[in-house]
Nanobody, 116 residues
Framework: QVQLVESGGGLVQPGGSLRLSCAGS????????MSWYRQAPGKERVLVAA????????TYAESVKGRFTISRDNAKNTVALQMNSLKPEDTAVYYC?????????WGQGTQVTVSS
């Protein structure tokens, strides 16, 4: 059974950091295009960062470039999102996604709240 489980969310002050982790089971993370999305209240789910399965090329939304870093640990079958210099507008539920071809798996999401 394929499963993605996110962790690491929470409440952080502006300027702070969080590290999200996405653990995959039932499939091999390195064989999939892995990405992080977020959805703020009343808004659509949007792509934040992605990493290719071959070469590990990364892409980022303009709003998080220079602050967020996506990485993959094949040995642990996980994908991480390091988030630095957090802003209140980063507040959202963050979702991990694994995709290849027409196949897509989603995690249940983890809440990130940036507030003083």
């Amino acid at each position: 059974q394929v499963q993605l489980v996110e962790s690491g969310g929470g409440l952080v002050q502006p300027g702070g950091s969080l590290r999200l982790s996405c653990a995959g089971s039932g499939f091999t993370v390195s064989n999939y295009f892995m990405s992080w999305y977020r959805q703020a209240p009343g808004k659509e789910r949007v792509l934040v960062a992605a990493i290719t399965r071959v070469g590990g090329t990364t892409t980022y939304a303009e709003s998080v470039k220079g602050r967020f870093t996506i990485s993959r640990d094949n040995a642990k079958n996980t994908v991480a999102l390091q988030m630095n210099s957090l802003k209140p507008e980063d507040t959202a539920v963050y979702y991990c996604k694994a995709g290849v071809g027409v196949i897509a798996y989603w995690g249940q999401g983890t809440q990130v709240t940036v507030s003083s």
